[in-house]
């Protein structure tokens, strides 16, 4: 069974400048998940889709930061512009349906310079 | 959501039992406790989840005391494959272990020795 897909796996750009990330769950997976995860700490959750609503998006910078799942299959993550401090990985995750066991996948590594 | 505390760093050596215990003293009725484990440059995985008791898979064990303030993850037998960031988590879910509303802390870094 093929994991979550994310790409790029790196990333490094100039603070003020966009960048998009793309997640594509597991075949089927209603819920997907996108978690920050800055170097030393846990992964923090942004925004969590069912299907393609938004489920929850409380912790979501909504003045730089935004998602979207078109079509309640893949999805893509914006940061416009970026800062120093958005620098770290980007993981995405996907599970068959809410309350059910989460899949992720390798991350995208952000660096803003 | 009821928050954990773990320690911050473990270590052991090869074909020794280790026990991680996590603190979660604001557990709600509904809240399971889920486990974690992070190898650096992957995203995390799910281990195992409990509610009460004990609950053991292929993987690991998890001892769950009957007020469920705290929680203990038990891997047999490590080896040094084991080494990685293991995550204690608490929240309302189903039977499975999904993500939803987690809060992931900054977890407990088991190292294992020859």
């Known amino acids: 069974e093929a994991g979550v897909a994310q790409s790029p796996r790196y990333k490094i750009i100039e603070k003020r400048q966009s960048v998009a990330f793309w997640c594509n769950p597991i075949?089927?997976?209603?819920?997907l998940y996108w978690y920050q995860q800055i170097l030393g700490q846990g992964p923090k959750l942004l925004i969590q889709?069912?299907?393609?609503?938004?489920?929850?998006d409380s912790q979501l910078p909504k003045d730089r930061f935004s998602a979207e799942r078109l079509k309640g299959v893949d999805s893509t993550l914006k940061i416009q512009p970026a800062k120093l401090e958005d620098s770290a990985v980007y993981l995405c995750?996907?599970?068959?349906?809410?309350?059910?066991?989460?899949?992720f996948g390798q991350g995208t590594r952000l660096t803003v310079v | 959501l009821a928050k954990t505390t773990q320690p911050i760093s473990m270590d052991s050596y090869e074909g020794q039992e280790v026990n991680i215990t996590c603190s979660h003293n604001?557990?709600?009725?509904?809240?399971?406790i889920t486990w974690y484990q992070q190898f650096p440059s992957q995203g995390p995985r799910f281990i195992i989840q409990g509610y009460k008791t004990k609950v053991t898979n292929e993987v690991a064990s998890l001892f769950i005391p009957a007020d469920r303030k705290s929680s203990t993850l038990s891997l047999p037998r490590v080896s040094l494959s084991d080494t990685a960031v293991y995550y204690c988590l608490v929240g309302e879910r189903g039977s499975g272990g999904g993500a939803d509303g987690l809060t992931f802390g900054k977890g407990t870094h088991l190292i294992i020795q020859p």
């Open positions: 889709f069912q299907n393609n609503g938004v489920v929850d």
């Open positions: 604001n557990i709600a009725t509904n809240d399971y």
């Open positions: 995750a996907s599970s068959l349906r809410v309350n059910t066991e989460a899949f």
């Open positions: 075949s089927g997976h209603a819920t």
